[in-house]
């Protein structure tokens, strides 16, 4: 069992910068690939980034430049660093593992709880 704890949302402007962090409690966490999604009101849940144990990313083309997956494995969590937010970027966001990095919810693990990040215009 591997529990996750998201931190770090907020209220930001169009153009700031956020990072959110998730700490795992759990023995095995190097060994899981992590990944960050997001669900907007009345919207489904949508993949935003990944990474794998050997800390190779993927991001989607949505985030892309702008938002940077990492991890450090010597304190249990995974980062993502924001940048250049945009009102579109509001949603709860959620961390999650897996086995290995997948863009999809499926293979997911475990998941937190979510942290709210809203971007005012």
């Known amino acids: 069992q591997v529990q996750l704890v998201e931190s770090g949302g907020g209220l930001v402007q169009t153009g700031g910068s956020l990072r959110l962090s998730c700490a795992a409690a759990?023995?095995?966490?190097?060994?899981?690939?992590m990944g960050w999604f997001r669900q907007a009101p009345g919207k489904e849940r949508e993949f935003v980034a990944t990474?794998?144990?050997?800390?190779?990313?993927y991001d989607a083309d949505s985030v892309k430049d702008r938002f940077t997956i990492s991890r450090d494995n010597a304190k249990n969590t995974v980062y993502l660093q924001m940048n250049s937010l945009k009102p579109e970027d509001t949603a709860v966001y959620y961390c999650?593992?897996?086995?290995?990095?997948?863009?999809?919810?499926?293979?997911?693990?475990?998941w937190g709880q979510g942290t709210q990040v809203t971007v005012s215009s």
């Open positions: 999650a593992c897996a086995a290995d990095p997948r863009t999809t919810m499926r293979g997911y693990l475990y």
């Open positions: 759990g023995r095995f966490f190097r060994s899981y690939a």
């Open positions: 990474i794998s144990s050997g800390s190779r990313t």
